[in-house]
């Protein structure tokens, strides 16, 4: 698989991993289509083994988003700058603290971005709380089930 390839199924790989924090774009349908095609481009079979991974991780953190109340996070105060500030939490985390940290990173940037925007912190922990049960922890699965599969993915192309 050349370069140029590689460079498009990373850029799809990373507008999926932004579109899950969007509403209206398919973010996991992104990641798990780069991840195929990819697949589909380099037959070996360490990138069949990522593609059915990711099928697998996909198919549970849907089960979990579909266990969990429906997303209603406009009515729970959540807008788009909170969410970036989540999402970058959550990728700061996952890199720093591999794997576990995007737990965390998530909740905390929700928490850094209530605190900045409410000033105090036990309105700013509310507003986290309120936020994480009107639909944060749907979020929060679909984000790391799509984290996972982007880390699986750069691990298989540099290391497999």
């Known amino acids: 698989m050349g370069?140029?390839?590689?460079l498009m199924a990373g850029l799809v790989l990373l507008l999926g991993l932004c579109g899950v924090l969007l509403p209206g774009v398919p973010g996991s349908w992104l990641v798990w289509a780069a991840v195929l095609?990819?697949?589909?481009k380099d037959p070996q079979p360490v990138a069949w083994w990522v593609c059915v991974g990711a099928t697998v991780v996909l198919f549970l953190a849907q089960v979990v988003r579909w266990s969990l109340p429906p997303r209603r996070l406009r009515a729970g105060g959540a807008d788009a700058r909170m969410l970036a500030y989540a999402g970058c939490g959550s990728f700061l985390g996952f890199v720093l603290l591999p794997v576990l940290g995007a737990?965390?990173?998530f909740v905390g940037g929700m928490y850094l971005h209530a605190r900045l925007?409410?000033?105090?912190?036990?309105?700013?922990?509310?507003?986290?709380?309120?936020a994480m049960r009107s639909g944060g922890w749907s979020l929060l699965a679909e984000l790391f089930a799509c984290q996972l599969i982007a880390a699986a993915w750069l691990g298989a192309v540099f290391w497999g």
Do not use: M, Q, S, V
């Open 3 to 6: 370069a140029w390839d590689l």
């Open 117 to 130: 925007r409410l000033g105090r912190r036990g309105e700013a922990a509310a507003a986290t709380r309120t």
């Open 37 to 40: 095609w990819w697949a589909l």
């Open 103 to 105: 737990l965390p990173g």
